[in-house]
């Protein structure tokens, strides 16, 4: 009797869990029309002039269901930014070849073109992050969004490069992503777009301060691969010293 009950239950809940998935999948859907409206829309109007319902009419998604995955126009974009943000970082944290290490420079050269090759072609992230018109919490969003990058950075330059061990040298590299930041943002205002001149000014700036705090750190030595049964020396890059967020940068 008890196994009948069993098996009565698994059958009725059999289609419970069909229907939830297929409501999950549709709900995906227009999550993903909905940046995707967003997404086009910023292709040809600029941040300030995008209004919710443009792209709720964009996506084909009624303004009610819309407001059940983003309550508002800012949440959109929130979303927006951190999936190109991703997509940015993936860019970043490409594998280095041998002429990106040569010295310190050409590392930190070649991670800021990186970052300015992406934003050339990514219209609409450049105009999130860079821009200079959005809201004060998307920008908050998007310098958070450094703090990880920042780390990133200081974490390859300490693999490739015998780096002192200065007092505060995560805050160091964090203004140094937000410095080349601030370049950026002031090409757009300028020009519209990253140009080679704010370009060279951005590598001049983050340059400077890298070598203030720094000095000019040799390259780590080359080992040859380890012979069978013997472990080479590591390269994995020295952890990060604790960080108190309570002083970094507001």
Not at 47 to 65: K, M, N
Not at 127 to 139: A, E, N, V, W
Not at 153 to 169: I, M, Q
Request: charged letters at 30%.
């Amino acid at each position: 009797m008890r196994g009948t009950k069993k098996k009565q239950a698994t059958r009725v809940a059999a289609p419970a869990r069909q229907r939830l998935k297929s409501t999950q999948r549709r709900g995906d859907e227009r999550r993903e029309r909905l940046l995707r409206a967003a997404h086009t829309l910023l292709e040809r109007k600029r941040v300030p002039d995008l209004t919710y319902a443009a792209v709720c009419a964009e996506a084909r998604v009624p303004t009610g269901s819309a407001r059940f995955f983003y309550p508002d126009l800012d949440s959109m974009l929130h979303a927006l930014l951190r999936d190109l943000g991703e997509k940015h970082d993936a860019a970043l944290m490409r594998p280095l070849r041998p002429s990106d290490v040569v010295t310190w420079r050409t590392l930190l050269d070649c991670l800021i073109e990186r970052s300015a090759r992406f934003q050339r072609a990514n219209r609409v992230f450049a105009d999130l992050s860079i821009g200079g018109m959005t809201t004060p919490d998307l920008k908050h969003m998007d310098r958070e969004a450094d703090r990880p990058r920042a780390m990133y950075v200081l974490a390859a330059l300490e693999e490739h490069f015998a780096l002192p061990r200065v007092p505060d040298r995560e805050r160091v590299a964090y203004l140094l992503v937000e410095i080349v930041d601030l370049v950026f943002m002031l090409s757009m205002r300028e020009a519209g777009a990253i140009t080679p001149v704010w370009l060279e000014h951005a590598k001049v700036a983050a340059g400077a301060l890298f070598s203030q705090h720094f000095g000019d750190p040799e390259a780590r030595p080359s080992f040859p691969p380890p012979t069978t049964g013997e472990k080479g020396p590591s390269r994995t890059p020295a952890a990060p010293d604790t960080v108190d967020n309570t002083k970094l940068f507001a």
